[in-house]
């Protein structure tokens, strides 16, 4: 690591980003230090990955379900991974319940149209890179299968 990258910066990069030690301290050292500035890199990197296994198949995956408060509205959503290793892993099981909680709450007609959505939580964010951001840290392609809203 370089003189002015301190272990401090690099967990705190690690933290924000939830990205591989390696990763954080090349886009810190591309950055100068600034995290903001590595954040981006950051970013940039993980949509550019999920670009590239975007034609990967997807074989496996979780079934997540989000009932409302007061049992009213439901979701479930199928989320499909390539490996049943990130299947189970805490960032992949988030991001179905994350989902699920977005159809619930938005109602959208369909995959397309949910993935172009602001995210509930973010509206900064689209739910397409909430999915990215998943992709980057788990390495796999992951994709919305389908989905269904209850509500009574």
Do not use: W
Not at 81 to 89: G, I, N, P, S, Y
């Amino acid at each position: 690591m370089t003189k002015d990258i301190s272990l401090s910066v690099l967990k705190k990069l690690r933290a924000l980003s939830g990205a591989g030690v390696m990763a954080c301290r090349r886009a810190l050292e591309e950055a100068g230090g600034d995290i903001k500035k590595a954040q981006a890199i950051l970013k940039k990197e993980s949509a550019a990955l999920a670009e590239k296994k975007a034609a990967r198949e997807t074989k496996e995956g979780i079934i997540a379900a989000y009932i409302h408060a007061g049992g009213k509205v439901a979701a479930v959503v199928v989320l499909s991974c390539e490996t049943d290793f990130v299947a189970r892993t805490d960032d992949f099981k988030k991001l179905a319940y994350e989902l699920a909680m977005q159809v619930a709450a938005m109602n959208p007609e369909n995959v397309e149209a949910l993935l172009e959505e602001d995210y509930i939580r973010n509206p900064r964010l689209k739910v397409a890179d909430l999915i990215k951001e998943v992709v980057g840290k788990t390495g796999e392609n992951i994709k919305i299968k389908e989905f269904s809203r209850f509500e009574v």
